[in-house]
Structures are given as structure tokens and as C-alpha cells.
């Protein structure tokens, strides 16, 4: 078993073992019930918590200077058009919420036990 220097004296002759057990994933949720459902739920909405938060702080702040900028007082921001700083925001929003939903996805996926497509 290849590894750094002294990982075999550390874990022992079980060494295949424990590397087995720190890459398996738990069984499949059991979604017949009220109670799995819920917990389901729980679950996936802790999966990519960071970058979907982020897109939509993004998309939201976008779409605001995008549609009213003048509501809030706004006709220049550091030399730029609110209008400009809103559709970049908003484009700004687009790759994260992407990739929120890649990552989603790949977690349901092998926390379901199908096998993952190719291009992902």
C-alpha cells in the first residue's frame, strides 16, 4: 500500500480496510417514509450551501440595480452605470448558481447509487 512514510504503522495490517470504509457512502435514503422524506430534504438543502447562497445574493443585488436604480438614489457608483454593475452582478450570479446545481446533483446521484454520468 503506497502512502507517506509510516501511514502502515499508524493504521495497522488493516490498512485496505480502513481505506475502504473512509470512501464508502451511506445506503440510499429510505423515501417511502414521512420521516426519510424530511430528513432527505434536510439533507440536499445542506449540499452546496455557499455557492447558491452567493449566486442569489448576486442575482437579487443585480436585478435591483438593474430595474430600479434611481428607487434607491443611485445615477452613478464610482464612475459606473448602476444598469452596467447590475448586469454584471447578475453574471456574476449565473456560474455560481451553476455550479450549485452541478454539485447537487452529483451529490444525489452518488448518494442514490447510480453511476455518474461521463461528462461530469
Do not use: C
Not at 454593475?85 to 444525489?108: C, E, F, K, T
Amino acid at each position: 500500500m503506497d502512502g507517506p512514510p509510516g501511514m502502515l504503522d499508524r493504521i495497522g495490517t488493516n490498512g485496505h480496510k480502513v481505506q475502504h470504509h473512509m470512501f464508502d457512502t451511506p445506503p440510499p435514503p429510505d423515501l417511502s417514509t414521512k420521516a426519510g422524506r424530511k430528513a432527505w430534504r434536510r439533507e440536499m438543502r445542506m449540499v452546496a450551501v455557499r455557492p447558491r447562497r452567493w449566486g442569489l445574493w448576486l442575482l437579487t443585488l443585480g436585478f435591483l440595480l438593474l430595474m430600479a436604480p434611481a428607487a434607491f438614489g443611485l445615477h452613478s457608483l464610482w464612475g459606473w452605470s448602476p444598469t452596467f454593475i447590475g448586469s454584471l452582478l447578475m453574471l456574476g450570479a449565473l456560474p455560481l448558481l451553476v455550479a450549485g446545481a452541478r454539485l447537487r446533483r452529483r451529490y444525489r446521484q452518488g448518494r442514490m447509487g447510480r453511476p455518474k454520468e461521463d461528462g461530469s
